[in-house]
């Protein structure tokens, strides 16, 4: 009997490390079995960074920051498969996403599944939104029907909002209907000023922007932004919202403090997901996961623009941590490819049909 153990590998827009997962899929649930952490090299986070725009000998160094990061999975394989209580079956790994351009016909994952599979001695499965992007969807957001089969709750709408560098949406809607998209910034800018201003990776529970005040004439430039008018289905990442984006807004609004723009760059993540959650339906709970779930300042800004009367709670209340949950989905997606179950919804990406996802690197 083949095993019902995988692994989930996800490193993010955060950019500080691989979360991986050991997950089981006997029948008796979605389970997680345990959890690790691999931070990155110092040197792996700022070229990555590089990457997400066309630079010199690019083609070279993405190859190498690829064997980089391949590395650092097989180091969080390593960790998980020592725990397993048997076998693991795959490793379902997401990549680095450097590029997305779904207008444009692709989408670009930053990886070298063959040296992982090599390296970790396990059938590793990669390269899950491509297919999606190739029957004309978005190739994202792909956890949504993961949400599904792990949150969803017959006729309870129930939103799962996940705020890593970017915020998406998946509105299980109690009757089998999936939504979402992805809303825009997540901690992708918050990020981006602290470091700018304090040097740290992210503004931890929020504190910096507590000490400030939200400039309503800089929430209003920022909203004006194209693309949150736009319909779904749609996706988004750094190739729109990075520095040059923010420093054009801010140039209309100059000698603001920090802190104040740290405030307001926190109530636009908070509003555009509650906007998008409020177009799609009457939420009757909202769930909160990624590195977003541990800002304080930010959850109690999205309950306040939800209009204070919907709960809004982490992802840990419904039995998943908030930094296990991607990972976890892609441990799914990789389940479902090797049945030759469809991990995509249509619904959501707009993609021709569903479609299995993914590639095998066989160990």
Not at 102 to 123: H, S, V, Y
Not at 191 to 205: E, F, N, P, T
Not at 284 to 298: D, E, I, K, R
Not at 300 to 313: C, E, F, K, Q, S
């Amino acid at each position: 009997m083949a095993s019902t153990l995988y692994i989930g590998l996800m490193s993010g827009t955060s950019l500080d490390g691989v979360d991986g997962v050991l997950a089981d899929f006997s029948g008796r649930g979605i389970r997680t079995l345990d959890a690790a952490f691999t931070p990155f090299p110092a040197d792996l986070r700022p070229e990555l960074l590089a990457l997400q725009a066309a630079s010199a000998n690019e083609l070279e160094r993405e190859a190498l920051a690829a064997n980089a990061l391949a590395r650092c999975y097989a180091e969080c394989v390593k960790t998980l498969a020592a725990a397993a209580p048997g076998p693991v079956r795959a490793v379902a790994v997401h990549g680095q996403t450097i590029r997305h351009r779904p207008e444009l016909g692709f989408t670009r994952q930053t990886n070298n599944p063959a040296l992982l599979a090599e390296l970790a001695g396990i059938d590793v499965i990669a390269d899950f939104r491509s297919r999606d992007v190739a029957a004309g969807g978005q190739g994202a957001p792909l956890v949504p029907a993961f949400h599904e089969a792990r949150f969803g709750k017959r006729n309870q709408v129930r939103v799962v909002v996940n705020i890593g560098g970017i915020g998406n949406i998946s509105v299980l809607h109690g009757d089998g209907r999936v939504s979402g998209y992805d809303t825009g910034p997540g901690n992708v800018l918050m990020d981006l000023w602290i470091a700018r201003h304090q040097g740290k990776a992210y503004d931890q529970d929020g504190a910096w922007a507590a000490t400030g005040t939200v400039d309503a004439a800089l929430l209003d430039l920022l909203l004006d932004e194209p693309y949150f008018r736009q319909p779904p289905p749609k996706s988004t990442g750094r190739d729109l919202f990075h520095a040059d984006w923010l420093d054009a807004k801010l140039a209309r609004r100059p000698g603001l403090d920090p802190a104040d723009v740290q405030a307001t760059l926190t109530r636009l993540t908070a509003v555009t997901i509650a906007r998008a959650i409020q177009a799609e339906a009457d939420a009757q709970a909202v769930y909160v996961c990624g590195g977003g779930a541990y800002n304080g300042v930010l959850l109690r800004d999205l309950a306040d623009a939800l209009g204070g009367n919907i709960p809004v709670a982490s992802t840990e209340t419904l039995g998943v941590a908030p930094n296990r949950v991607e990972a976890l989905a892609f441990a799914w997606l990789g389940y479902r490819f090797l049945r030759r179950q469809p991990g995509n919804l249509p619904a959501v990406t707009g993609a021709a049909g569903p479609r299995i996802l993914g590639a095998l690197y066989p160990a």
